[in-house]
């Protein structure tokens, strides 16, 4: 079955420290990728996505995420956070015959002022 | 575009009392995905509709369960009879979800999400 692992559940940073959020999946054929975000209380929106073409993404709020096909993953990185970066991060797989996305459980991502 | 619209934006109910959350997705989708998120399973997929008609529902937990879309601008989720183990967000998400013509097409979409209906039941 296709299933999408985030590895680190809780994260805690500092200001300006570098972000790098671990989102694997199984699959073997053709996907398209997800990040979303949810801010403290708000609900789920897109953070950057991935369907083709050049697979470094580049996002909104200076987020970025990059496809290793070979690794089956699409880690999401930031080169320096900031206190409104806290928040929960998914990361979300539509893949094959699936018209559904098949979501990781989140990331809880705190950063200290 | 106002934006997928849930309502009511807070329930609180005591348990078995049926509760009815409503959703009304974005214009010209065609597309309606009703999650659940709790702080113990994540987000959770509870069905979903496309052109108005249930394709998934594998996710919805029991027979109290049930949901219904009469026409493209409007969808509902019931609980009948609540408990309070279903407490939780309840999130309606719409996209645009073209029609399938085969594997070699990936078409990228994104679903949007409607603020969320916190449900508490005592």
Redesign the interface.
Known sequence: AQSVSQHNHHVILSEAASLELGCNYSYG????L?WYVQYPG?????LL?Y??GDPLVKGIKGFEAEFIKSKFSFNLRKPSVQWSDTAEY?CAV?A??N???I????TSLAVNP | DAGVIQSPRHEVTEMGQEVTLRCKPISGHNSLFWYRQTMMRGLELLIYFNNNVPIDDSGMPEDRFSAKMPNASFSTLKIQPSEPRDSAVYFCASTYLPAYRGEDLMLSYEQYFGPGTRLTVT
């Open positions: 054929g053709t996907v398209n997800f708000q609900h789920l929106q897109l996505k369907f083709s998914f539509n094959g015959n018209r559904k996305l979501w990781g459980l989140g």
